[in-house]
């Protein structure tokens, strides 16, 4: 039974930093590239960041120089780490995993909130 559990999310104001955190279970997490999605109200899923298994990275522009997304193959676990912070960051981010051979995300967490408000 794969899961992908986020934590890390919450309440910042705007210029604040969050750090997100995604637990892997059930899936050989060193062979996967892992991502960040997010979804705002009204809007679709977008790309955020993401990380291959051999750790080269990509990243949407509007996070570009504000998000780094990293991993930690021995815990099974990947981060986003959230500087600068806006209030259009605000959305439910969301943790994927893709296999090597697939063309899209197969497993997905159940999200986090981040909301950057004053």
């Known amino acids: 039974q794969v899961q992908l559990v986020e934590s890390g999310g919450g309440l910042v104001q705007p210029g604040g930093s969050l750090r997100l955190s995604c637990a892997a279970s059930?899936?050989?997490?060193?062979?996967?590239?892992m991502g960040w999605y997010r979804q705002a109200p009204g809007k679709q899923r977008e790309l955020v960041a993401g990380i291959t298994s051999g750790g080269r990275t990509n990243y949407a522009d509007s996070v570009k120089d504000r998000f780094t997304i990293s991993r930690d193959n021995a815990k099974y676990t990947n981060y986003l780490q959230m500087s600068s912070l806006k209030p259009q960051d605000t959305a439910v981010y969301y943790c994927?995993?893709?296999?090597?051979?697939?063309?899209?995300?197969?497993?997905w967490g159940q999200g986090t909130q981040v909301t950057v408000s004053s």
């Open positions: 059930g899936i050989a997490f060193n062979i996967y590239t």
């Open positions: 994927s995993a893709k296999g090597p051979f697939a063309a899209a995300p197969g497993y």
